[in-house]
């Protein structure tokens, strides 16, 4: 597991977040390169848990990257931007470290916006906790009568503003993002989000999955592109469920037979009252979360 303490040859910690360290390059001839490592580290309610799950950066950025290739190709939309550097190997070449080969992306450095882009197409979460209460999601009001689960007519886009880490990322509205980072940019992000999300959710669902809802992150490179970064589609960042389960389930729980950290989300809201430090997890929950990871990994992308 990477964390903050890992010395990588020819490269310089610079940060770590809830699963991603970030290194800048000791060597001049690589300046405007990052390395984004993603570790086995699990979060859940703004905390990092403990053990890890067992090749979950593998996993993660085997997926991003799968994810970055289709997207940027023409097949179902215009090509997509992302922060994969020109000289990135899957196998690492010469510049990604052995210790990480796997899990670590070449990137380009970019002017990340601050603002992460989540877009649902299925009200669940935090969206269906705010909904029970005033019948909206982030301020954008919604049909009356649906239930957890339900499909919203139309996906939506609900930004959050990027906490430091330990803080709760907050759910903010469009005319706040527009505060952050102008009009321009805002219309943009949005729309962006919306056009991944659309072909993203076709591709799932044509292989028997549901992308019920998903965040984006965004930068601006040297050329002034926005550009796709961090993570894309992962089980870390998307909420992913079986499309026969959702249409055949009676409950919540059948309908949103999910393959990603939900199994987490779900054993921590029941043993913990988000106070002082979580408990660990058992060993059950850490090797069902890691089966769901590779079985949405083998799922789509046949691997």
Known sequence: MTDASTSLPGWNHVYSGK???LYEPLDPALTGRMLVVASDRVS?????????IPDKGVLLTTLSLWWFDLLASTEGGRSI?????PDHTIDGGELIPAEVVGRAMLVKSLDMQPVECVVRGYLTGSGWAEYTAS???CGIRLPDGLSNGDRLPAPIFTPAYKA???EHDENISFDQTVEL???????????LSLEIYDRAARTAEAKGLILADTKFEFGVD????????????TSDSSRYWDAAAWRSGTSPAERMASFDK????????????????????PSGIVERTADRYRELLERLTGA
């Open 19 to 21: 699963v991603r360290d």
């Open 44 to 52: 859940a309610f703004d905390h990092v848990l403990s053990p890890g």
């Open 81 to 85: 931007p992302n922060h994969l550097a």
């Open 135 to 137: 019948g909206t999601v």
């Open 164 to 166: 430091p880490l330990g």
């Open 181 to 191: 980072v102008g009009a321009e940019k805002a219309e943009l992000l949005r729309d």
């Open 222 to 233: 040297d050329d002034g592109v926005m550009t796709l970064a961090d993570e894309v589609l």
């Open 262 to 281: 939900q199994i987490v989300r779900d054993w921590l809201a029941a043993n913990w009252d988000k106070r002082g430090t979580p408990p660990e997890l």
